[in-house]
């Protein structure tokens, strides 16, 4: 499995902006999409980006599209979320995950196998 590890969460206004990073260790990261999950108390977890750490393709849930953006720096071996325009309904605790990803990018929680402990989102209104 990889080791995984998020840094960057915290209160922010609506309309603001956080950026969430998560270092990964543990295994060579060229077979895996690295993704991003969020759970709001009461809730599921859900998907929130993907990045296949290989070609750099992207994959966005519906609700954050336009908003947030999922990067990767190879030499550091971090995945990155940006997120823009942030909405009170995006407080969440957010995680980061890893799947070993064959060719389709993965969105599906029991696609991946490692997670990070979670840092906490909150947007105020």
């Known amino acids: 499995q990889v080791q995984l590890v998020e840094s960057g969460g915290g209160l922010v206004q609506a309309g603001g902006s956080l950026r969430l990073s998560c270092a990964a260790s543990g295994r060579t990261l060229s077979r895996y999409a690295m993704g991003w999950f969020r759970q709001a108390p009461g809730k599921e977890r859900e998907f929130v980006a993907t990045i296949m750490w290989s070609s750099g393709t992207t994959y966005y849930a519906d609700s954050v599209k336009g908003r947030f953006g999922i990067s990767r720096d190879n030499a550091k071996s971090t995945v990155d979320l940006q997120m823009n325009s942030l909405k009170p309904e995006d407080t969440a605790v957010y995680y980061c995950?890893?799947?070993?990803?064959?060719?389709?990018?993965?969105?599906?929680?029991?696609?991946?196998?490692?997670w990070g402990q979670g840092t906490q989102v909150t947007v105020s209104s």
């Open positions: 995950a890893a799947a070993v990803a064959y060719g389709i990018v993965p969105t599906a929680r029991g696609a991946y196998d490692s």
